[in-house]
């Protein structure tokens, strides 16, 4: 995949930041930050320091969302919390927007196989990365053996919580299926439940993990 | 089964018959759940829906003026308005609210709306505004009227003839509801005479009183969706200013509107647990009796009055007492309901109290309590806890453990109490097609507690079918009454009418079966998925069978709440164990025990959940939560889930939950009562555990230290 492709332009005028200011009003302060956060994460992602690319307003890019290749217009601020929830058609809900801050874990999804907090990223930085959501782990009708587990054990009540805990453990457990109570809480230690199932998560969790190591799914 | 009753009168059948209720019953919607895919009002989504924010003022108090017009020019904002100008009241207090295409462009709105403040004096705690000449946050100034009960100069006298006496102040936090899903709605309102409200809240028909109103319609016109809802606490009645701007929006826009509270804001204008100090005094005797208590208390509930329950000592039996009860008002959001309003300020203090009388007395705690609730239930609840949690093996019953390396383990107990009964108003709809379907339906709606899944399980036990034969439809105001869902009154409201419902609907059903197989309807017996002739083997039908006799209108009843099912009035006793380290302040919660009453359980699994949920709460409240807000700046210093933390997983102890099955009532609500005495219990179990008596929640590791000692 090109660079300039990723605008979804297939004549992609060059931006400057200073036609993104204008266009972006009396919003400057915001364009910028994301700017230097965007030019900082595709340094990481191996680019040569002077390829900077630039973006404004509404780019449309592609993201691999749970073995799907789907196309999402973003704007570079936009959250991958934001680009599942209020910009992909269909949305994919199932990750909560409970604090929006990485305090919380309500919305943790997988990139690349790690847990991650959908509002502490960038739509734009996770083209080419693998992300997998709630949704891509199991359905009501055929739920994954965590989740499973998870409503076996009453690991839910109002629910609100529950896709970040079930995210966050089913990574735990896809690092080692022999995870015991020390390391499942350890691996969920920054998600937060106000209905207080823990315990029934604990329980939950545990034993999926007998499961697992077993050799199930 | 039961013998079968006229269809008003409707019996829970002895509870060795029950195949369904009683035992532990995953939930109906629990897959929805765990898998993501349960839609909250939150995860609403509509074609051409509109982002909101709301704009809240900074300060506690201020002369506002707004600019909206540089809002207007932000690219995809679509509407802007002004919710309130002038002197405003309290800290978070809604200004404006922006409308935009995205939630990023509805940002931009708010940041370019220029926000006039001119500071005004404003009062946000007791020391401010209990201070001379202090800024009026009250409408009648600061400081309530006081409530008074019992007569002071009799409880004086008890306490003066009294061996040991104890005085002491107990203060506690402003706490918040911390709801992981923000206050919010979406109104879909296009124009016309219908318009859907979807609601995050406790109460599906509350936001018929509020919407219709706000957007020109009358409530026939209007629909109330509460799908899925992501906690509430008390907190989440009608559709709150915030639902307001929303309608008010949506109407001038023609468009949905989705206005999720965000974070910050949910911290300061969604409302709290009141705060409360109470200064007591009181006296026992050598033996163990209390004699005398003398309580001043005062409630920090903002603008609003907080809560405190009655009049009287706490639960524990005083010969003499006198209660004074004032409120304490600040620029700061109203108090709402929160889970048992009052009762666990109230629980913390009396528990503390009488530990420390117990401490003064050398007296085992344990026993001290027994020998003053006058309620037999307590003692055994006490004992079972006691014994679960190790209590007659310990060490140091009535006295702070000698210490190893600086760790000291330690042990306490509290109690509670609650109503947790019912009401009229709730009406369900129970409705059989010869295709087998069962289908339950009411409007109410379900905090997480299990509502669904106790609607549809009352209805499978009473035709003899597994749970998941039956659907149960609710959260929508166009199904049939229900009321709201607060002081644990929605089961015993509830699950009386459902019952009502169903044994009507066997009773027709039975008298139409009997036509058809022959058989006397009172020798019909529901059960095993079949309908049976009791003494006739041969004479039986499977539900497919039964139910196709059915012409296509199907068969259905209404139920209405029939009180003799419910009952009211539930006891809960909890013990916690906990290590302190001296050296650090630090306190470990080991274990937590609670065994409650609740009369006839519905869903095993799910009362275990919300007693567990009530410990986890109460560990919470005890050793983390509490709003700050600085008195100089005015500034909400923690309104955001990292530095206003709740329990997190690697806080939560061994948990052990015990239903008290010798409570033979109907059904009762049980939630409130659970979260009740958790904190009091651990406060007593770290003085047992190292001496240190914490007086002032959060119980963090400064005051654990400067109660040794050791600092300040």
């Given at each position: 995949?090109?660079?300039?492709?990723?605008?979804?332009?297939p004549?992609?005028?060059?931006?400057?930041?200073?036609?993104?200011?204008k266009g972006?009003g009396?919003?400057a302060?915001?364009?910028?930050?994301?700017q230097?956060l965007?030019?900082?994460s595709l340094?990481?992602?191996?680019?040569?320091?002077?390829d900077?690319?630039?973006?404004?307003?509404?780019?449309?890019?592609a993201l691999?969302?749970n073995g799907?290749?789907?196309?999402?217009?973003v704007?570079?601020?936009?959250?991958l919390l934001?680009?599942l929830?209020?910009?992909l058609?269909?949305p994919?809900?199932?990750a909560?927007?409970v604090?929006?801050?990485?305090?919380c874990?309500?919305c943790?999804?997988h990139?690349?196989?790690r847990?991650a907090?959908?509002?502490?990223?960038?739509?734009?930085?996770l083209?080419?990365?693998?992300?997998?959501?709630i949704e891509?782990?199991?359905?009501?009708?055929?739920?994954a053996?965590?989740?499973?587990s998870?409503w076996?054990?009453?690991?839910?009540?109002?629910g609100?919580?529950?896709p970040?805990?079930v995210?966050a453990?089913?990574?735990?457990l896809e690092?080692?299926?022999?995870?015991?109570?020390?390391e499942?809480?350890?691996?969920?230690?920054?998600?937060?439940?106000r209905?207080?199932?823990?315990p029934?998560i604990?329980?939950?969790?545990?034993?999926?993990?007998t499961?697992?190591?077993?050799?199930g799914? | 089964?039961?013998e079968?009753k006229p269809?008003?009168?409707?019996a829970?059948?002895?509870?060795?018959?029950l195949?369904?209720?009683?035992h532990?019953?995953?939930?109906v919607d629990?897959?929805?759940?765990v898998s993501?895919r349960?839609?909250?009002?939150?995860?609403?989504?509509?074609?051409?829906?509109l982002y909101?924010?709301?704009?809240?003022c900074?300060?506690?108090c201020?002369?506002?003026t707004?600019?909206?017009?540089?809002?207007?020019?932000i690219?995809?904002v679509?509407?802007?308005?002004?919710?309130m100008?002038?002197?405003?009241?309290?800290?978070?207090?809604?200004?404006a609210?922006?409308a935009a295409?995205?939630?990023?462009?509805?940002?931009?709105g708010?940041?370019?709306?220029v926000l006039?403040?001119?500071p005004?004096?404003?009062?946000v705690?007791?020391?401010q505004?209990t201070a001379e000449?202090?800024?009026?946050?009250?409408?009648?100034?600061n400081?309530?009227?006081e409530?008074?009960?019992?007569?002071?100069k009799?409880a004086?006298?008890?306490i003066?003839?009294?061996?040991?006496?104890?005085?002491?102040t107990?203060?506690?936090?402003v706490?918040?509801?911390?709801?992981?899903?923000?206050?919010?709605?979406?109104v879909?309102?296009?124009?016309?005479d219908?318009a859907?409200v979807?609601c995050?809240t406790q109460g599906?028909?509350?936001v018929l009183?509020?919407?219709?109103?706000?957007?020109?319609l009358?409530?026939?016109?209007?629909?109330?969706?509460?799908?899925?809802?992501g906690?509430?606490f008390g907190?989440?009645?009608g559709?709150?200013i915030?639902?307001?701007a929303?309608?008010m929006l949506?109407?001038?826009?023609?468009?949905?509107?989705?206005?999720?509270?965000?974070r910050?804001?949910?911290?300061?204008?969604?409302?709290?647990?009141s705060?409360s100090?109470?200064?007591l005094?009181?006296?026992?005797?050598?033996?163990?009796?209390?004699?005398?208590f003398?309580?001043?208390?005062?409630?920090?509930?903002?603008t609003?009055?907080?809560?405190f329950?009655g009049s009287?000592?706490?639960?524990?039996s005083?010969?003499?007492s006198?209660v004074?009860?004032?409120?304490?008002y600040?620029?700061?959001?109203?108090?709402r309901a929160?889970?048992?309003?009052?009762?666990?300020?109230?629980s913390?203090?009396m528990e503390?109290l009488?530990?420390?009388l117990a401490a003064?007395?050398?007296?085992?705690?344990?026993?001290?309590?027994k020998r003053?609730?006058k309620?037999?239930?307590?003692r055994?609840h006490l004992?079972?806890v006691?014994r679960?949690?190790?209590?007659p093996?310990h060490?140091?019953?009535?006295?702070?453990?000698?210490?190893?390396?600086?760790?000291?383990?330690?042990i306490g107990?509290?109690?509670?109490?609650?109503?947790g009964?019912?009401g009229d108003?709730?009406?369900?709809?129970v409705?059989?097609d010869r295709?087998?379907?069962?289908v339950?339906?009411?409007?109410?709606?379900?905090?997480?507690?299990g509502?669904?899944?106790y609607?549809?399980?009352?209805?499978a036990?009473e035709f003899?079918?597994?749970?998941d034969a039956v659907?149960?439809?609710i959260g929508d105001?166009r199904?049939?009454?229900?009321?709201p869902s607060g002081?644990?009154?929605t089961?015993?409201?509830?699950?009386p009418?459902?019952?009502?419902?169903?044994?009507?609907?066997?009773?027709?059903?039975?008298?139409?079966?009997?036509?058809?197989m022959g058989?006397?309807e009172?020798?019909?017996?529901f059960a095993?998925?079949?309908?049976?002739?009791?003494?006739?083997?041969?004479?039986?039908?499977s539900?497919?069978?039964a139910?196709?006799v059915?012409?296509?209108?199907?068969?259905s009843a209404?139920?209405?709440?029939?009180s003799?099912l419910a009952a009211?009035?539930?006891?809960?006793?909890?013990a916690?164990?906990v290590r302190?380290d001296?050296?650090?302040?630090?306190?470990?919660v080991?274990?937590m025990?609670?065994m409650?009453?609740?009369?006839l359980?519905?869903?095993?699994?799910?009362?275990?959940?919300?007693?567990?949920?009530?410990?986890?709460?109460?560990?919470s409240?005890?050793?983390?939560?509490?709003?700050?807000i600085?008195?100089?700046?005015?500034?909400?210093?923690?309104a955001?889930?990292?530095?206003?933390?709740?329990?997190?997983?690697?806080?939560?102890?061994e948990?052990?939950?015990?239903?008290?099955d010798?409570?033979?009532?109907g059904v009762i609500?049980?939630?409130e009562?659970t979260?009740i005495p958790?904190?009091?219990?651990i406060?007593?179990?770290?003085?047992?555990?190292?001496g240190?008596?914490i007086r002032?929640?959060?119980?963090?590791?400064?005051?654990?230290l400067a109660?040794l000692?050791?600092?300040g």
């Amino acid at each position: 995949m090109s660079r300039t492709s990723k605008t979804g332009d297939p004549n992609p005028s060059p931006l400057s930041r200073r036609n993104f200011l204008k266009g972006a009003g009396g919003v400057a302060t915001g364009g910028v930050i994301a700017q230097g956060l965007l030019a900082g994460s595709l340094g990481e992602e191996g680019a040569a320091a002077g390829d900077v690319e630039e973006l404004s307003g509404e780019v449309e890019i592609a993201l691999e969302i749970n073995g799907e290749p789907r196309k999402v217009k973003v704007e570079p601020r936009t959250t991958l919390l934001g680009a599942l929830r209020d910009r992909l058609e269909p949305p994919l809900t199932g990750a909560k927007l409970v604090c929006d801050r990485g305090q919380c874990g309500a919305c943790t999804v997988h990139v690349d196989g790690r847990p991650a907090y959908a509002c502490m990223l960038l739509a734009v930085d996770l083209r080419g990365r693998k992300i997998r959501t709630i949704e891509g782990l199991g359905s009501p009708a055929a739920l994954a053996p965590l989740q499973a587990s998870f409503w076996k054990h009453d690991a839910s009540m109002c629910g609100f919580c529950t896709p970040g805990f079930v995210m966050a453990i089913q990574a735990c457990l896809e690092k080692n299926p022999r995870a015991g109570l020390a390391e499942i809480r350890a691996g969920c230690a920054g998600n937060a439940c106000r209905c207080g199932t823990q315990p029934q998560i604990f329980a939950a969790a545990l034993e999926a993990a007998t499961q697992l190591s077993k050799g199930g799914k | 089964m039961a013998e079968r009753k006229p269809p008003s009168a409707a019996a829970w059948p002895p509870r060795a018959a029950l195949t369904v209720l009683n035992h532990d019953l995953p939930r109906v919607d629990g897959p929805a759940k765990v898998s993501g895919r349960a839609r909250y009002t939150h995860d609403v989504r509509l074609p051409g829906m509109l982002y909101a924010r709301v704009l809240c003022c900074p300060l506690p108090c201020a002369e506002v003026t707004l600019d909206l017009a540089p809002a207007r020019k932000i690219p995809g904002v679509e509407g802007v308005i002004e919710l309130m100008t002038g002197k405003t009241g309290y800290l978070g207090q809604p200004v404006a609210a922006v409308a935009a295409r995205t939630p990023e462009q509805a940002e931009d709105g708010l940041r370019a709306i220029v926000l006039t403040l001119v500071p005004k004096p404003w009062a946000v705690d007791h020391a401010q505004a209990t201070a001379e000449g202090a800024p009026k946050a009250g409408r009648n100034g600061n400081v309530s009227k006081e409530n008074v009960a019992g007569d002071a100069k009799d409880a004086e006298a008890a306490i003066a003839g009294a061996d040991a006496v104890v005085e002491a102040t107990y203060t506690l936090p402003v706490q918040h509801h911390a709801c992981l899903e923000t206050h919010g709605v979406v109104v879909d309102y296009r124009g016309g005479d219908q318009a859907t409200v979807y609601c995050s809240t406790q109460g599906t028909f509350t936001v018929l009183d509020d919407a219709p109103g706000e957007l020109g319609l009358k409530s026939s016109q209007v629909t109330a969706i509460v799908d899925h809802m992501g906690g509430g606490f008390g907190s989440k009645f009608g559709i709150g200013i915030e639902g307001k701007a929303a309608c008010m929006l949506s109407k001038q826009l023609g468009k949905p509107v989705h206005l999720m509270l965000e974070r910050p804001d949910e911290f300061v204008t969604a409302g709290n647990r009141s705060g409360s100090r109470q200064t007591l005094r009181a006296g026992a005797s050598r033996d163990g009796k209390l004699l005398g208590f003398v309580g001043d208390v005062t409630k920090l509930g903002g603008t609003g009055g907080g809560s405190f329950p009655g009049s009287r000592p706490y639960i524990y039996s005083f010969e003499k007492s006198c209660v004074r009860v004032r409120s304490v008002y600040t620029h700061t959001d109203s108090a709402r309901a929160m889970r048992a309003p009052g009762h666990p300020q109230a629980s913390f203090a009396m528990e503390s109290l009488v530990d420390e009388l117990a401490a003064k007395l050398a007296m085992d705690p344990l026993e001290f309590r027994k020998r003053n609730l006058k309620d037999p239930v307590y003692r055994r609840h006490l004992d079972a806890v006691a014994r679960e949690i190790g209590w007659p093996d310990h060490p140091n019953k009535t006295a702070p453990a000698a210490l190893a390396d600086g760790i000291g383990v330690g042990i306490g107990f509290a109690v509670s109490t609650w109503g947790g009964g019912g009401g009229d108003g709730c009406e369900v709809d129970v409705r059989i097609d010869r295709d087998g379907s069962v289908v339950a339906s009411v409007g109410t709606q379900d905090l997480g507690t299990g509502v669904r899944t106790y609607v549809a399980a009352i209805v499978a036990e009473e035709f003899g079918l597994p749970l998941d034969a039956v659907v149960a439809r609710i959260g929508d105001s166009r199904l049939a009454s229900a009321t709201p869902s607060g002081g644990s009154t929605t089961t015993a409201s509830l699950a009386p009418s459902v019952k009502n419902g169903a044994a009507k609907l066997r009773g027709m059903f039975a008298e139409r079966l009997a036509k058809t197989m022959g058989v006397d309807e009172a020798r019909l017996r529901f059960a095993g998925g079949r309908v049976a002739d009791e003494q006739d083997s041969k004479k039986s039908l499977s539900w497919q069978q039964a139910c196709a006799v059915l012409g296509q209108e199907g068969l259905s009843a209404r139920g209405t709440h029939q009180s003799d099912l419910a009952a009211n009035g539930i006891h809960g006793a909890q013990a916690a164990k906990v290590r302190v380290d001296t050296l650090t302040g630090r306190i470990e919660v080991l274990k937590m025990v609670c065994m409650q009453d609740c009369g006839l359980p519905l869903n095993r699994m799910a009362i275990r959940s919300q007693i567990q949920g009530g410990m986890v709460q109460a560990l919470s409240y005890g050793l983390l939560e509490e709003r700050v807000i600085d008195p100089q700046s005015g500034w909400a210093l923690n309104a955001n889930l990292e530095d206003y933390k709740i329990a997190h997983p690697l806080e939560i102890p061994e948990m052990v939950a015990l239903i008290d099955d010798e409570d033979a009532r109907g059904v009762i609500g049980l939630a409130e009562a659970t979260v009740i005495p958790g904190h009091g219990a651990i406060a007593n179990a770290v003085f047992n555990a190292c001496g240190a008596r914490i007086r002032d929640l959060p119980m963090t590791p400064d005051k654990v230290l400067a109660a040794l000692g050791k600092v300040g």
